[in-house]
């Protein structure tokens, strides 16, 4: 199947610094990719929908400027948590949808996940 | 509004014996797509099944299975003589539109 690389796999930070995590499709090409949180023993929420050479949309609630988004190509989407906090700390999943028609008969594939610890 | 109920927050059984995770759903759309995800300790989210909202038919794939019942709006999923490679969180996606609304998970250990 489609494979969905995010890097890194783990990342402790201070406090007020900035994080960028990647996340790659290998072996297609993805229009869309979209960003999840998880907070420890609950469930992914979709913090924002990322696609190729436009801004991404974000749910409500949140921050544009806190969490920037650049899809700049068809196979990377990155995730900067800028000035991190504490509260800030989780795991962020990335998952990749293939360009249409074909995404009509697919799954969004899942990258291996970014467990951040804001020190 | 579109939902995913998953009501058991964990589950514990013995190795060998059948275990059903339930999932309920809620959504206005006639044409829709349900997902169950397994995520182990490591994290990373593993697909198991995509179901369509005109395919009634459950599924059965070695151990696995799941029943689609459109009239309860419920898509359950059932391990058979569970191991304890099977521990993990389990989640039920609904797709809205172009995107993937979770279940807040069922965590499932199962004990040797």
């Known amino acids: 199947g489609a494979v969905v690389s995010q890097h890194p796999s783990w990342v402790i930070c201070k406090s007020g610094t900035s994080v960028k995590i990647e996340c790659r499709s290998l072996?297609?090409?993805?229009?869309?990719m979209f960003w999840y949180r998880q907070f420890p023993k609950q469930s992914l929420m979709l913090m924002a929908t990322?696609?190729?050479?436009?801004?991404?949309?974000?749910e409500q609630g949140v921050e544009k400027d806190k969490f920037l988004i650049n899809h700049a190509s068809l196979t990377l989407s990155t995730l900067t948590v800028t000035s991190a906090h504490p509260e800030d700390s989780s795991f962020y999943i990335c998952?990749?949808?293939?360009?249409?028609?074909?995404?009509?008969?697919?799954?969004?594939?899942f990258g291996q996940g970014t467990r951040l610890t804001v020190v | 509004a579109q939902k995913v109920t998953q009501a058991q927050t964990e589950i514990s059984v013995v190795e060998k014996e059948d275990v059903t995770l339930d999932c309920v759903y809620e959504?206005?759309?006639?044409?829709?797509?349900l997902f169950w995800y397994k995520q182990p300790p490591s994290g990373e989210l593993v697909f198991l099944i995509r179901?369509?909202?005109?395919?009634?038919q459950n599924e059965i794939s070695g151990r696995y299975s799941w029943n689609f019942q459109k009239s309860t709006s419920s898509f359950n999923f059932t391990i058979t003589a569970s191991q304890v490679v099977d521990s993990a969180v389990y989640f039920c996606?609904?797709?809205?539109?172009?995107?993937?609304?979770f279940g807040t998970g069922t965590r499932l250990q199962v004990f040797p």
């Open positions: 998952s990749a949808r293939e360009n249409p028609p074909a995404w009509v008969r697919t799954e969004a594939f």
């Open positions: 072996d297609f090409q993805a229009t869309t």
């Open positions: 990322s696609n190729e050479g436009s801004k991404a949309t974000y």
């Open positions: 959504t206005r759309d006639t044409t829709y797509y």
């Open positions: 179901r369509n909202s005109f395919d009634e």
């Open positions: 996606a609904l797709r809205d539109t172009d995107k993937l609304i």
